[in-house]
């Protein structure tokens, strides 16, 4: 019941972020570009230490402006307002953990760190120059030049670390689609090439009752940057148009929240801040 609703209520002051009263608890998806459950679930301090020894573990050290230190940080907010413990942990990280992957692509090395199965963080290492392997002969199709930047390719390939164990929905057949033909700049499907695979996958699985039997996106896109006859650099507009080339082909019009999209999505961003 509504009570003293004459009262006038207290002139407002400016106050600075650092000051101001923290009157909801910081979650997942306050500070990460993620999407379901886990982006509703508030940050915790032992979310945080997790992250902590796995990037000790991973990397030798911590992040800078990394999963780790932007968990920290919120752990830390959410413990000082009195919406954790300092021994808490949610749920979702203490029941499914945190996980860092590592790819090694030419020059350099892809990192992914996640939550409970959602990408928060993906960034690249440099690394220094080795002699060709087989892998790095055939690697990017004649895209050389690329330099630090991520390729469309290696987004494909940094998907089977996200959501390898996917099986191939028509949506992402339509995104790999969507992201083939922004690599090499041809309108028709590649013959034997990555969106031709996933493009079969998606029709055999439609066929296909279990799960268990149905084609993943790591049959699929593992090696795709060898499957592209060209390749280029992953810009915003590549990113939108593999998001929305995915989107319109769900029911739902979303997109998956670590499938080809969000892989994208991530490289973009990292190639914009380079």
Do not use: W
């Not at 830390?76 to 300092?86: L, T, Y």
Request: glycine share 10%; charged share 25%; hydrophobic share 35%.
């Amino acid at each position: 019941m509504l009570q003293n609703t004459n009262e006038t209520p207290p002139p407002a002051t400016e106050t600075s972020a650092r000051t101001r009263p923290q009157h909801e608890p910081i979650k997942y998806g306050d500070v990460f570009p993620i999407e379901g459950e886990l982006a509703g679930k508030t940050v915790a301090p032992r979310d945080a230490a997790m992250m902590l020894t796995a990037e000790n573990e991973m990397l030798g050290h911590i992040q800078k402006g990394g999963a780790t230190a932007t968990m920290q940080s919120a752990a830390m907010r959410n413990e000082r307002a009195g919406f954790v413990g300092h021994n808490d942990v949610t749920d979702y990280a203490g029941d499914r953990g945190v996980r860092i992957t590592e790819t090694d692509l030419p020059g350099k090395r892809l990192i992914v760190e996640s939550v409970a199965g959602q990408v928060v963080d993906q960034f690249s290492q440099r690394v220094p120059s080795a002699p060709p392997t087989l892998f790095e002969e055939g690697g990017c199709g004649g895209g050389g030049g690329q330099g630090d930047a991520i390729t469309i390719g290696e987004a494909l390939e940094a998907t089977v670390m996200t959501a390898g164990s996917k099986p191939v929905e028509q949506s992402d057949a339509a995104a790999i689609q969507a992201a083939e033909v922004r690599a090499t700049g041809r309108t028709n499907i590649v013959p034997r090439g990555v969106a031709a695979a996933a493009q079969s996958a998606a029709t055999l699985n439609a066929r296909t009752t279990r799960d268990e039997d149905k084609t993943k996106l790591a049959d699929v896109l593992a090696n795709a940057t060898s499957k592209l006859p060209t390749d280029k650099a992953v810009t915003r507009r590549d990113a939108e148009g593999v998001t929305g080339a995915e989107m319109r082909n769900k029911p739902d019009l979303t997109t998956h929240p670590a499938g080809v999209a969000a892989s994208m999505t991530t490289a973009a961003r990292l190639n914009l801040n380079k």
